[in-house]
């Protein structure tokens, strides 16, 4: 006699063993077609797809990955966004692995009710990992939990969580917006004037996703490997000769130095309309390019960027090419080769956005600092005279130390080359902390860096007091 509790029964035919297999197997192949047609939207157009179309991007998945740089501020977006569809991106994308209702069991994830300003990483009954309880500071505010959704895996490396992040802007204040609401007393609402303030100041400097700048690239950028490229990823959706027909995108003929989103003929979105700013210069095709995304917050194209810094060079150069009156692409000097260029740049300094720190540096709190490095670098980085180094190098004496060149530690090529023969001076901190990746592309240093100024500030004024000559900040 059979044992198997699910083994059939006399005179029954047996189940399909493999049943489940097929119907799981059925429902990720019309995924698949699903993310197909969402992602056929052309690089350059940000135009409306079709309402069905666009509704359901939307609500799919997010595949592009996070953008190096500080997350910006969601409030902007906050204030204006559609809770419903918060609410049907969670119940979709969410609700597999967490409960939203009140008392309600955790489960693959933790019960989401009350989430927002509650302390980070805390629930109830629910064991986190210490990868994310490493990352626990204070409670979560509008800030933290988009620049956690963003890219969960960058927020918290070794994280549990596997999911990619949500890395269209709108859609993912939709969803900070709608857990706001799971509360019996929700958190107020970003203030209305700050949010148009931020909103018209993104309007004022023009597209901005972080790209690294790609000017030293230029020298060796090769018009045939961008043509190639273009052939592969973009003609399906835009055609280049001249006086061609636009198709789901524009026509691309003549768009280096042309108006932004502005191709006679052609309907584009609201948000890239209200994003452009005067012309299609290299610097700007390279920050659309990188994220469209991130570029232009509300577009419905899904494009997840090209994100490799050679390969924006050969395409920018290639589509230069396509006019009539082609334009001087920039070079760090007219001159310069590659190799020189890339000195040049590094010598520079590093430059990541990173907001000024001299107006805090005089309330700087150096036990604050000391509080959040035993929390968030502790792991990686010693600080104690004579310290060994670890996965990260000693950090004894390092305000005036040269850059990248502790002794007996060995730095990757990205970070020797940025050194330049400089010396840690609190910019140069500030610029590395706030964005470790964007500040060296290609350091193996995987950490999202400290977006508040004054946190940085007060990690910079305690790593200044480890020292046996502590200088004077200013």
Known sequence: MSTNPHAPGPGKKGRDPLLLNKIAGGILSAGLVAWIVIQAPGILSGK?????????????????????????????????????????????????????DKGGANGVGPNLYGVMNDKMFAKAGYDFSSAVKSKASGVWTYQKMNEWLVDPQKFAPGTRMGYTGIKNDVQRADTIAYLRTLSTDPIPLPKPGQGAAATSAVAMIGPSSGAPAIAPLYASAVAGKGQSFFEQQCSACHTITKGGANGVGPNLYGIVGAPMFAKAGYTFSGAVKKAASGNWTPHKLNEWLYDPMKDVPGTHMAYPGVKNNQVRADLIDYLNTQSASP????????????????????????????????????????????????????????????????????????????????????????????????????????????????????????????????????????????????????
């Open 48 to 100: 409306d797809a079709a309402k069905t179309r666009a509704e359901v991007a939307k609500n799919a998945p997010a595949t592009a990955a996070a953008a190096g740089g500080g997350v910006p501020s969601i409030d902007p977006l906050i204030i204006k966004a559609d809770v419903s569809k918060g609410q049907q991106f969670v119940a979709q994308q969410c609700a597999a692995c967490h409960t939203v």
């Open 327 to 474: 334009e001087k692409l920039p070079t760090t000097s007219a001159s310069a080769t590659p190799a020189a260029a890339a000195t040049q740049t590094a010598s520079a300094g590093l430059d990541t956005g990173a907001p000024t720190i001299k107006p805090v540096l005089a309330s700087a709190v150096i036990a604050k600092g000391q509080s959040f490095f035993e929390q968030q670098c502790s792991a990686c980085h010693s600080i104690d005279k004579g310290g060994a180094n670890g996965v990260g190098p000693n950090l004894y004496g390092v305000v005036g130390a040269p850059m990248f060149a502790k002794a007996g530690y060995s730095f990757s090529s990205g970070a020797k080359k940025a050194a330049a023969d400089g010396k840690w001076t609190p910019h140069e901190l500030n610029e590395w902390l706030y964005d470790p990746v964007k500040a060296v592309p290609g350091t193996h240093m995987a950490y999202p860096g400290i977006k508040n100024t004054q946190v940085r500030a007060d990690v910079i004024a305690y790593l200044n007091a480890q020292s046996a000559t502590p200088e004077t900040l200013k």
